[in-house]
């Protein structure tokens, strides 16, 4: 956190006067990435405030229906949360990943931490909030209360009660990306990026490109949910780990749709997790807003009519070709992102990676963390409807043990 | 459609002759928004082409994934979605709603049609995509399993089958906003809208405020999905429609969180709209992503911690401004604009309303649409962990008919 501007150099020799104050509101501060204190890392500041070194807002795929609340005078411009109460449920890290260079590029490691971290900033007036939030719950998931019906699990009281709730910590997280950091991960110049992302989006954010000296941005997009199954001690690597990344898959996830294995995967995941919490070791969810690979839902279903309506008819050799030709690609997701949140938790080691994707598995062994173990979804979990799939997916490189 | 600008005149002159094909290319189409025909109404011209008449791009809620997509090389900038077999599974409307003015400002009724309506334009090389995508799907949701099991429903073979696989048609909606429209129906001007677009999104779309004769907005948030349960045969008043707009709760929806009513109440609403599919009506559920209440899943998790640390305890008198002291207010959801998709269906007329929401209910019945019966949920559905919720909601105006 350094105050770097002429002006705000001047301010700072001068802050201990409260004639200063409003002064010193205005002065920038700029991130430092990956300073090991969030001190020496400085808040993120967003929106237009005064010394703002970050582009767009918290929220940000929600900012029009901030406008619209604005506008119509039910929220106040000027509000200033009321962050006391709202501090994380359980404590997690700091971790040494946090500063290690280009570990961690999209997301804020300290984003949970700002009531603390920035007490005194935040009492001057600038507006820094949470861009990660930490609670706990209790789960009714119905393969939960399957797996007890069949025995597969037993209730301990603890983990899981008698009814088939599953207590668990869990974590919302925005994603903030540190612009230099994603560049460097994807292989592109930072300038090229910054272009794409103004381009591809006809035009959000010209401060992508006018602004080069704001590192930070918070992307309008969707972010990530973390589950976490059993105590959550975390950055012991003692600890046997399950985890799934799960890409969001509404139809499925939500309404079961039988197009695909999302959903069954989901519930084997919830339950090898369960499983692995009773053994005294933590399952870890993480579930990532990307729907229909990242392309959305009017691509996903335009897709699924293509399938069917094919002359040669709905066959897995297709499959990804037949996103490619109304999408232009198979594929949008960007896992490479994904597994920052493995590296916020101070995971190095999964035991249990329950995905049979090569993306993400390449994605997860790429970052340096070790993969012991892959969990295929279990063929009688694959219903008629998701055979294309399937097939599809492992002809294309997807784990399987059996090699099928 | 007019073409109206002093060149685009020019060149329509001459739109027989090739030698001006790359001209033509360039015209600008201004949107006629009301207007009753798709050709006259005009097609959506988004992104950076030439002769675009809207701001933002197609699926702009993944626009950062596109933009790695297409810097990174796996996508072309220039790619031609191929939507020849992408036609919709069903055919919905044209309905008398459709060109009513007022009636649909936030999605584009035509957006289902491009690939016919739009056709010329397509050949021609301008980029013409859908926003609306209809397909068909069979759903398994546990809910509808056990209602077989307990016999509220019978597997009829066509709606549900003996698995609990229940026949639905599935749309995806992105939404398309027609800025004067919401402007009226917000009852606030166009420019302060636009304004307040820019501003709360820290300069999102600065188009929005430089460039007022684009007049249609492709937002970058999430859309609807609309599960259509029985044979859809829309537009016909003695048809019987039971209905439930449910606002997304990634946490209660997908993992059964239970700390408030969604997943219960979506799951009542789906075995409703069943039971009305089959005695020859039509349930509706349209599932809006507007996590949150549309503030997002961190804000959530910091008012449910800040409801647990309160000191006086969490209680019900104090659910909505724990909310507000959080984030400045206590919804964001704009069920104004949430209605439109009932137009779009060609309903005036809801005999079940499955909801207890008096926001929602005041929207549609603001929209001219009937509600007949509203359907509150069975207080057996109600789990312990949501009771704070639902006794702040009904004290704050939701429907019951107990009073209670």
Redesign the interface.
């Known amino acids: 956190m350094r105050n770097q501007s002429p002006i705000a150099n001047d301010v700072s020799t001068r802050q201990e006067t409260n004639a200063y104050a409003v002064e010193r509101l205005f002065s920038p501060i700029d991130l430092c990435w990956h300073e090991a204190s969030p001190r020496e890392r400085g808040p993120i500041l ?3 405030q005064p010394g ?1 070194n970050t ?18 005078g ?4 000027s ?1 200033s ?3 006391g ?5 359980v404590n997690i890290g700091p971790f040494p990943q946090w500063s290690d260079p280009g570990k961690i590029v999209a997301l804020d490691p300290w984003g949970h931490r700002v009531v603390d971290d920035f007490a005194a900033e935040i009492a001057s007036g600038r507006k820094v909030q ?6 706990d ?6 393969e939960i209360a399957n797996a007890l019906r069949a025995r597969r699990l037993v209730a301990d009281g603890s983990i899981v009660d008698s009814l088939g ?1 599953v207590r668990v910590t ?5 994603p903030v ?1 540190w612009l230099p950091g994603i560049a460097e991960r ?3 110049t930072e300038t ?2 910054r ?3 103004v ?9 992508l490109v006018a602004r080069p000296e704001f590192k930070a941005f ?6 990530t ?1 973390v ?1 976490l199954f059993g105590d959550p001690v975390l950055g012991n690597t003692d600890t046997k780990i399950a985890c799934r990344f799960h890409d969001e898959c ?2 499925s ?7 695909c294995t999302c ?1 069954s995967y ?1 519930g084997f995941a ?1 339950e090898e997790c369960v499983r692995t919490a009773q053994q005294n070791g933590l399952g870890i969810i993480a ?1 990532n ?3 229909g690979r ?13 399938r ?3 002359q040669s008819g709905d066959r897995a050799v297709d499959y990804f070709s037949r996103t490619e ?5 198979s594929d ?3 896992q490479e992102l994904a597994v920052d949140v493995l590296h916020w938790l101070g995971v190095t080691r999964v035991d249990a990676w329950i995905s049979m994707s090569n993306h993400k598995r390449e994605a997860v062994v790429s970052a340096g963390i070790e993969i012991v173990k892959q969990v295929e979804l279990p063929s009688n979990l694959i ?1 008629s ?1 998701a055979l294309v799939e399937i097939s599809a997916k492992k002809a294309s490189g997807y784990f399987t043990e059996t090699g099928a």
Do not use: Q
């Open positions: 967003a929106g237009s703002r582009i767009g807002v918290h929220a940000g795929a929600f900012a029009p229906y901030r406008a619209i609340a604005t506008v119509s039910a929220l106040s411009a509000h949360p009321a962050l109460n709202t501090r994380p449920s949470p861009t990660i939030a930490v609670t719950g209790r789960l009714m998931m119905p709730g869990k974590i919302a997280i925005e990306w994807l292989n592109i090229a990026l272009r794409a992302l381009e591809a989006s006809g035009g959000m954010y010209p401060d918070l992307p309008p997009i969707g972010g949910s589950y509404n139809g996830d939500v309404f079961g749709s039988d197009m959903r989901l919830a579930y807003r990307k729907e990242a392309l959305g839902e009017v691509v996903k279903y335009l897709v699924y009519n293509a069917r309506n094919a030709e109304v999408a232009g690609v949008m997701r960007c219903g409807g």
